[in-house]
């Protein structure tokens, strides 16, 4: 008698667990609703995408599972108001949102892995509720929103860290300690405060339109370091000795100091140029330059004692008065290339000519021209001026 009601109960249990075995591993679970996110609770790991719909509305909380094994994407769910987890700690995936013009409330309270976060167009986003920072991701970007700081996002590595076109956007600090392909700060609030105390070794970084930069502990940039359009008076780096590819100083308009005690070399061109209020310029110990010295504006003489091999070009023009006599000497052995040096200049510029300029707040397409010219990456530019676009748009 048991075994006659024992194995239809089984057969019954058998069936809800298959159910439930369908919901947490379908190629896409879509979530509209707080009821549809309901169907999820049982799941420890929900193995494919997770899509918040366009029909999204109000308070969505999606407690229960333990990793997303695929994306999250929320794009163009115009009515959702707020959206988290009490139980999500791992994306495998790309965490997207994008256009979601009313969310207001982004609480997770265990994220700590994301794959890819991918953030654009959130314009009522102020703030984030994340308990446990998110410590390891692939690749950041973070664009057109209108968060005044990024607590909850706190890295030990990371491939991408773009932040660019958010613009109340006053204070961004990472304990990050490698940063293997990009970092882009670019036209958020003019007066960001970017700290980065760990940072050792970097592919390539671009910093525009901040007031303060701290990069105490950076060793080696392997690609391009590019400083354009800021609002800051000094950048020290006192512990940088080379960069891979060039280094550029562009249209920062209150920069007097210089300070890159340890830096012996740079793999590209060394450019300075639109720093109006720079008067002095030193590399102590530099000594080699793979490519080519373009000084050009207000400054005494410069002080790069140390140089023994500039294989490009070497262009001094100063509107003050310089002394080329210690340059004169390196013409034609250390300096390999044309030898320019131009004391008291009436329109000192950089060797094509042209005076470059840096990007600012109000103009973020402006950046855009520097990084064609001056090595910054055009892929970077490209997305300033999408979140630039997007601005005007919402």
């Known amino acids: 008698m048991y075994a006659s009601k024992l194995i239809p109960a089984l057969a019954v249990l058998s069936v809800v667990a298959a159910q439930s075995a369908s919901i947490c591993s379908q190629a896409t679970a879509t979530i509209n609703s707080q009821a549809d996110a309901a169907q999820y609770t049982s799941c420890s790991t929900i193995k494919g995408d997770v899509l918040i719909g366009p029909g999204a509305a109000g308070t969505i909380s999606l407690d229960g599972p333990d990793s997303i094994d695929g994306d999250l994407i929320a794009r163009s769910a115009g009515n959702l108001i707020s959206f988290g987890s009490t139980s999500i700690g791992r994306i495998t995936g790309s965490y997207t949102m994008f256009n979601l013009t009313l969310l207001s409330t982004l609480s997770f309270s265990k994220l700590t892995e994301v794959g890819e976060i991918s953030w654009t167009a959130l314009p009522a986003l102020s703030g984030l509720t994340f308990a446990q920072d998110v410590k390891k991701a692939n690749k950041v970007v973070i664009t057109n929103t209108f968060l005044s ?3 909850g996002i706190n890295l030990n590595t990371v491939g991408t860290l773009d ?6 956007l006053k204070e961004f600090s990472t304990q990050v300690g490698n940063i ?4 882009n700060i670019d036209t958020n609030n003019r007066d960001l405060v970017v700290s980065f105390p760990n940072l050792i070794w970097a592919a390539n970084i671009t910093v525009r339109n901040v007031s303060s930069v701290s990069i105490p502990s950076l060793s080696k940039v392997n690609g391009s370091l590019g400083f354009y359009g800021n609002y800051f008076e000094s950048v020290s780096a006192p512990n940088l000795t080379t960069i891979g590819a060039s280094l550029a100083w562009v249209a920062n308009a209150n920069l007097e100091n210089i ?4 830096l012996t070399s740079i793999g590209g061109a060394n450019l300075i140029a639109n720093n109006s209020a720079l008067m002095d310029i030193s590399y102590p110990v530099l000594k080699t330059v793979g490519g080519t010295i373009d000084f050009s504006g207000n400054f005494s003489t410069p002080d790069v ?8 070009s070497f262009n001094i023009q100063s509107t003050a008065t310089i002394d080329c006599s210690a340059f004169d000497k390196l013409e034609g052995g250390v300096i390999q290339g044309k030898y320019t040096c131009r004391s008291g200049e009436k329109d000192a510029k950089p060797a094509d000519g042209t005076t470059p300029t840096g990007s600012d707040s109000s103009s973020p397409t402006k950046s855009k021209s520097a990084a064609v010219s001056y090595d910054a990456s055009p892929v970077v530019a490209g997305l300033s001026v999408v979140g630039g676009i997007l601005g005007m748009l919402l």
């Open 163 to 168: 932040i660019n076109n958010n613009y109340r």
């Open 305 to 312: 004692g140390k140089l023994d091999d500039v294989k490009g």
């Open 259 to 262: 300070t890159l005690p340890a």
């Open 149 to 151: 700081n990024l607590n």
């Open 180 to 183: 293997t392909q990009l970092l």
